[in-house]
């Protein structure tokens, strides 16, 4: 069969929606609903993975609602992959959850139709944010995802993840009001600069950016920059996330902190493109590297003295977000590109990370990190996972995140800031000391509290490896696998302003 | 029009002043009424017609309708709870809400000298800020509500002063994502009710560092 790139899309668009619908009706049988959902998110997956060998970067998509290029491809790649692994990961999630000996949601009957209704329709508005050709659209595409996602948070109504969702929802919906505003500003520049002809569409802009009054772009960007930046949860701003991360259920706190955050970022880059020629360099990259750097900085202490597993995580991505604006900032290419590898395997890692924390407190009763340990002996595929995702997400050599993060920390040394890369260095020390200090306390010692036995199975064990491995074998050998590297190094030159 | 800012500032400031729930819901809406003749001005004065109509309709069905309709029927199931403490930042909001309409004529001043909405421009300013601090310093959820809405309609009015509203589409959107987000609210604010026995949200404060 041969499907045309706009099939392809409308595939991708259209199943996950239909799935949601069907399941929010509640009435499958809990088996059909497993198997309905990894049957869609693999038809997804499969339409994703012939839209991707079979794109030309050279040509971008478009129609009159929907645009394609070689970094949106990039994103609907990071987010198919994670939606892949969340639809084959979640039934062993759920089953847990609902076990009516000790599982956290025995009160409840019937919740995974309400669970997988709102995780797809999660994941389809992200689908939505990165193909959408209007800069409009995608502000309200992103207040949706946190709409929807503020449900998932709460999905358990405990006392506190009521409160978690409750501060997500003021916090982001605040900051994303401030983004309204500044989207409205870019609109007025387009009245008054451009002409009143396709209202708001990125590649019109893009093309007729000429002639921007810099001051009042200048005053736009601000908004965008602090509205979608709280989405993204950089420092000032990020109060709602290490609430929202550690209080939602496992698999949406890796979706929320493996897809949510970049799709932020992707918003931010596409207004960036339009106002960068009119604003200049150095007002953005000085805005980006400072609360790039302060966003780590701000994470590091909090790390330390961390009781909360999943908040530790929740931590640790805050730091990479932070890496991913700095990266964004310096405006080298080569920066531009390793920021775009570092979302892929950050968004890889992440999740089995989340997934594997969320083991943990289902093995050990708790998620006090202190009241954890003999992992080792007790619960040994769990601790293999975990020593694997956190030497990954630190950083060290085996899985991607060490490619990414080294390259953007080369980019410092590039664009010529120096300091900046070294203070970096000393920032992302000071957190690998501190989530190991952590971790290997958990590992080592003398069981004190009986664990539950080991509940890794066998297919949550292989996606967890498979998507480690991915993160490998993508970011190791990127120079051999054409189609990726094609797909990035245009990515990274449109984010750097190239438009086609 | 001059009237109707006249009327909004004296709304936005006894927003301020209230603390009955019902109230601030019936305040809620007369400032969204506002709004929506805003847009009916507006429309009329580009012909009428559907198309033109569109936002003061949708205006008038989802925020004087629908919103405060589904708060207000929130707060009928807000009797008896546990009171927690009276609201003793009235006055504080009050004063706040008086600096930022000096402070918004500051800024029209300074940007954009001898515009045509003036006026506008500093009620809605007055609105965004006021929104805000109605978020900050109250602590009643229902208050919290009426001020995400309040900073929504400020931005709302902004952009129709700016640039006539955005695309259609877009303003759509806009309009859909603001009634999810009051559904989403009013589904916290019960269960809240539910769990903590007060939609006080100073009880909520065990998530810290």
């Avoid at chain 1, 309905?36 to 794109?55: E, K």
């Avoid at chain 1, 921007?212 to 996330?241: N, R, S």
Wanted: aromatic fraction near 12%; charged fraction near 10%; proline fraction near 3%.
């Amino acid at each position: 069969m041969n499907f045309s790139i706009s099939d392809l899309i409308y595939i991708i668009l259209l199943l996950p929606v239909i799935f949601s619908l069907v399941s929010a009706t509640n009435m499958l049988s809990r088996n059909v609903l497993h198997w309905l959902n990894r049957l869609t998110a693999t038809c997804v997956a499969a339409a994703l993975f012939l839209l991707v060998t079979s794109f030309d970067v050279n040509t971008p998509y478009g129609d009159e609602y929907l645009y394609l290029d070689a970094l949106s491809v990039w994103m609907l790649l990071i987010i198919g992959t994670l939606y892949l692994a969340f639809a084959w990961t979640s039934k062993a999630y759920l089953d847990r959850d609902t076990n009516k000996r000790y599982g956290y949601l025995r009160r409840f009957g019937r919740l995974e139709g309400r669970f997988y209704a709102l995780s797809h329709m999660f994941v389809w508005i992200m689908f939505v944010v990165v193909t959408v050709n209007n800069l409009g659209l995608m502000w309200v595409a992103i207040e949706a995802t946190t709409l929807v996602s503020a449900l998932l948070v709460a999905f358990k109504f405990t006392r506190t993840s009521l409160e978690a969702t409750w501060k997500y929802v003021m916090v982001c919906t605040v900051g994303i009001c401030l983004a309204l505003l500044g989207t409205i500003l870019v609109y007025y520049i387009q009245l008054t600069n451009i002409g009143p002809a396709n209202p708001l569409n990125w590649l019109y802009l893009a093309q007729h950016v000429d002639g921007i009054d810099p001051a009042m772009a200048k005053f736009a960007f601000c908004f965008l920059f602090v509205g979608y930046g709280t989405k993204v949860g950089l420092a000032p701003m990020h109060a709602w996330l290490p609430d929202a991360h550690s209080e939602a259920p496992a698999l949406t706190s890796g979706l929320l902190s493996g897809s949510l955050c970049i799709c932020a970022i992707y918003v931010l880059i596409r207004n960036i493109i339009i106002l960068l020629p009119s604003i200049g360099v150095d007002f953005i990259s000085g805005l980006c590297l400072f609360f790039g750097l302060f966003t780590v900085a701000a994470a590091v202490p909090f790390v330390l003295v961390q009781r909360d597993v999943k908040r530790m995580l929740a931590y640790s991505s805050m730091e990479n977000f932070g890496l991913m604006v700095a990266g964004l900032g310096l405006f080298v290419p080569m920066a531009a590109q390793a920021m775009l590898l570092h979302m892929f395997n950050h968004a890889l890692v992440k999740y089995s990370l989340f997934y594997t924390a969320g083991t943990i407190m289902e093995e050990f009763g708790t998620k006090n990190m202190m009241r954890i340990h003999g992992m080792m002996t007790q619960t040994p595929r769990t601790a293999l996972f975990w020593l694997l995702g956190i030497v990954g997400i630190l950083g060290m050599p085996p899985i991607g995140v060490f490619f990414s993060k080294f390259y953007i920390i080369f980019g410092f040394f590039q664009a010529e800031h120096p300091w900046l890369g070294i203070l970096m260095l000393l920032l992302l020390a000071g957190m690998l000391i501190g989530i190991l200090y952590h971790v290997m306390r958990m590992f080592g010692g003398q069981a004190k509290r009986k664990s539950s036995g080991e509940l890794f199975g066998f297919v949550d064990s292989a996606v967890l490896a498979g998507l480690l491995l991915f993160s490998c074998v993508a970011s190791a050998g990127l120079s051999e696998i054409a189609v990726l590297n094609n797909l990035l190094t245009h990515a990274a030159q449109i984010v750097l302003g190239g438009v086609y | 029009m001059d009237y109707l800012v006249v009327f909004l500032v004296l709304v936005v400031f006894l927003q301020t002043r209230i603390t009955n729930l019902r109230r601030a819901v019936i305040c809620l809406a007369s400032q969204s009424l506002i709004i929506a003749c805003a847009c009916f001005w507006l429309g009329l004065s580009h012909g009428g017609g559907l198309h033109a109509m569109l936002p003061g309709l949708l205006t008038l069905a989802v925020k004087v309708i629908f919103i405060p309709g589904a708060v207000w029927h929130l707060v009928g199931k807000l009797t008896n709870e546990r009171e927690i403490l009276s609201e003793s930042n009235v006055n504080y909001s009050t004063m706040a809400a008086a600096l930022f309409l000096v402070l918004g004529y500051a800024i029209v001043e300074r940007l954009l000298p001898g515009s045509v909405g003036r006026d506008i421009i500093a009620a809605s300013i007055l609105m965004i800020m006021t929104g805000l601090s109605l978020m900050v310093l109250r602590k009643r959820a229902i208050i919290q509500i009426v001020g995400l809405i309040t900073l929504e309609n400020g931005i709302y009015l902004l952009g129709l002063l700016m640039t006539e509203g955005l695309p259609l589409v877009v303003e759509l959107g806009v309009f859909l994502d603001v009634l999810i987000a009051v559904v989403v609210l009013v589904i916290l604010t019960s269960r809240m009710r539910l769990s903590f026995m007060t939609t006080d949200t100073s009880v909520m404060k065990k998530l810290k560092g």
